[in-house]
């Protein structure tokens, strides 16, 4: 399985921008990259996935390399409510249905 | 929208005593999975169903059962619990598998003493 590789913790300031590193230099070309955030005590939140190109929605943008073998996250405006845990998947969609999280990213944001 | 609803939050069982823990979704998903997380650690996944009257194994079903009699439910469960399945469990479903994301409940705290 291609697995991916991410910061263990980052931290930002508030209403400052974040970009959250992640490596995946085994990527199929069939797989998609995802991110969910996970907040204390709650379930894993989506955010966004792409797979070739950047993409934009409300709550963040996903820029992906060229190669993709790399992507970024970026939170535009970090607020005190983005401090989570990020996890940056790939998602084959094949008949392997499995969905691998790792440690993830801990985002901290100081007021 | 209710989304993913987890049924019973919390729960403290003894070892070798069973239990069932429900997962309802109202967005009409095909696919739902149960996965399992210990503290410090991602999330596994224990098992996974792609259709109404379909069940599969994950990462890590030793344990588990699984049952889907109805596209909205997904059930799993422990028939003689142990304390190595002490965990945080959560659900999840989605429309499709691959290209759209999954929906996760809020999760059951489970205690096996």
């Known amino acids: 399985d291609a697995k991916t590789t991410q910061p263990n913790s980052m931290e930002s300031n508030e209403e400052e921008p974040v970009h959250l590193p992640c490596n995946h230099s085994?990527?199929?070309?069939?797989?998609?990259i995802h991110w969910y955030r996970q907040l204390p005590s709650q379930g894993p939140e989506y955010v966004i996935h792409?797979?070739?190109s950047n993409v934009n929605n409300r709550m963040a943008s996903l820029a992906i390399a060229e190669d993709r073998k790399s992507s970024t996250l970026i939170l535009h405006r970090a607020t005190l409510r983005d401090a989570a845990v990020y996890y940056c998947i790939l998602n084959s969609g094949g008949s392997n249905y499995k969905l691998t999280f790792g440690k993830g990213t801990l985002l901290t944001v100081n007021p | 929208n209710a989304g993913v609803t987890q049924t019973p939050k919390f729960r403290v069982l003894k070892t070798g005593q069973s239990m069932t823990l429900l997962c309802a979704q109202d967005m009409n998903h095909e696919y739902m999975y149960w996965y399992r997380q210990d503290p410090g650690m991602g999330l596994r996944l224990i098992h996974y169903?792609?259709?109404?009257?379909?069940?599969a194994k994950g990462e890590v079903p030793d344990g588990y059962n699984v049952s889907r009699l109805k596209k909205q439910n997904f059930l799993l469960g422990l028939e003689s619990a142990a304390p190595s399945q002490t965990s945080v469990y959560f659900c999840a479903s989605s429309y499709s598998w691959g290209r759209q994301p999954q929906h996760f409940g809020d999760g059951t705290r489970l205690s096996i003493l």
């Open positions: 792409g797979l070739t």
């Open positions: 169903s792609v259709g109404e009257g379909t069940t």
């Open positions: 085994t990527i199929s070309g069939t797989d998609y």
